[in-house]
């Protein structure tokens, strides 16, 4: 890898991977990605859409995306408006997301913006991070370069 990756990591304030959908995560801990496999803390980042209800989610698991919702703050709160402006006002500088959860149409707009969403348990962070720089070094490695192979 000739290249620094940025990675966020969709979780609680509590440390653990957020358990639901990436986009309503409380907090994103931010991390480079070294030559080496080694992940540097940078910061830990809030998310406003954190603190409001995911309306993508009604009763009967039935979703609609004909109009734009917005909370009383002016934040999209539905679709792929939302998705746009979490990309471009809270994960604009990340090239992975790891995450629990996620809608098509969320990993449609972060995938044809180039970012690489990765799936995993709701673990703590703290757990994910010494997986991915011990035992699991190689294959998490071997994931960033074939997907951003040019």
Known sequence: MNRVYRIA???TRDGVLYPGHFAHAEVYHIY???DEGKLTL??????????????DIEEHGHTH????VRSPE????????????????????VDVVIAVDACQTSYRVFTSQGVRIIFTDP?????????IENEGREEFK???????RE
């Open 32 to 34: 480079e990605l070294s």
């Open 123 to 131: 673990v703590p962070v703290e757990s994910l991070v010494n997986y």
């Open 65 to 68: 995306h004909h109009h734009t």
């Open 9 to 11: 990591v969709a979780s």
């Open 74 to 93: 002016g934040l999209p709160l539905h679709g792929p408006p939302k998705y746009m402006w979490l990309r471009e006002n809270v994960l604009k500088d």
């Open 42 to 55: 940078l910061e830990v980042r809030e998310n406003p859409l954190g603190l409001v209800p995911d309306v």
């Open 142 to 148: 071997k994931i960033i370069e074939e997907y951003f």
